[in-house]
């Protein structure tokens, strides 16, 4: 089993490869690290999906940026991909980001998502699910009409 600190290094270690191969990146300091989802499997899978290109978008309430007091995310934003255990897997840059209400999602937007069998009827039944679960401990409850932050992306490393 990898400690934190050995994980980190793997964080480290990608940034600055990626450094290496692109000098002209603007940002200058290593970028937020992250996992997709709230449990083990679905993070590994979904870090997979980013490493072969598959996934190309993310899905997060805007609830949870509102709850966590967290900045939404903008175009030109890169973020490092890692395993839910931290091992760094992948650099990704922000293309676009669309506001939009739950039972408005599209089976384009659930296919660029890459996960499960891609269709829309997948994607609403774990996204209801996941939203649940991390509005369970506040009073407030899942709405069909909720903003989801529809967030585009692309790898752009490894390559």
Known sequence: MNNGRENFKSVISLWEDFLTQNPQNKLGEVPVSLYFCDNEKDANECAELVVKGIKQATATSLWWFEKNNEPLPRAGDQQIVTDWNGNAKAIIETQKIEQVPFNKITEEFAATEGE???????????????????????????????IIVCEFFKKIYPT
């Open 116 to 146: 499960g069998d891609k269709s829309l009827k997948y994607w609403k039944k774990v996204h209801q699910a996941y939203y649940e679960r991390e509005m369970a401990y506040y009073p407030e409850k899942f709405s069909e009409d909720m």
